[in-house]
């Protein structure tokens, strides 16, 4: 559990709901503090705001892992790839060469039509994709050494 520290603050207001300022150790900058006319009520204001956070993110993530979702990523050539992930693992990137394809194959990922139908066959990667390296890096050095 984190700490949290409680400061009386006292500013020169006349509303002395703000005496108080609680916040959780080693976040002062976050600006995500409870306030209050005491230090009781500035800790549950901090605890209640703790609260909402933790649900919306519950919530944000219980929805999250129940979607299938598509990510399209632009390759260093002009390519685009599409990648769709869901609750059951992860699916082979699909390539395409331009924009228009990459958004044909989403809609028809989606179920959306009328789309023209695809006229060659789909290609994916199952596996380890090899990039060309200009420096290969050891991960023995001692092994790789010359001992003349």
């Known amino acids: 559990m984190k700490n949290i520290r409680i400061v009386f603050e006292y500013p020169r207001i006349p509303d002395r709901n703000h005496d108080y300022r609680a916040y959780f150790d080693g976040e002062e900058e976050l600006n995500r503090c409870g306030w209050g006319a005491s230090p009781e009520a500035a800790l549950g204001d901090l605890l ?3 609260d909402d956070i933790s649900g919306i993110q519950a919530d944000w993530n219980a929805r999250w892992r129940n979607k299938r ?4 990523v632009e390759e260093g050539d002009g390519s685009y790839s599409i990648h769709e992930h869901s ?3 992860v699916a082979p990137p699909t390539a395409k060469p331009g924009k ?5 194959r ?3 990922l ?3 039509g009328p789309v023209a139908p695809q006229d060659y066959p789909e290609e994916v990667c199952v596996g380890v994709i090899e990039r060309e390296s200009a420096e290969v890096l050891s991960l023995n050095p001692a092994r790789d050494s010359d001992p003349a």
Request: without cysteine.
């Open 48 to 50: 209640g705001q703790e």
């Open 69 to 72: 979702r598509w990510i399209i």
């Open 87 to 89: 609750k059951n693992g």
């Open 100 to 104: 228009r394809e990459v958004a044909a």
């Open 106 to 108: 989403l809609l028809q």
């Open 110 to 112: 989606l179920g959306i």
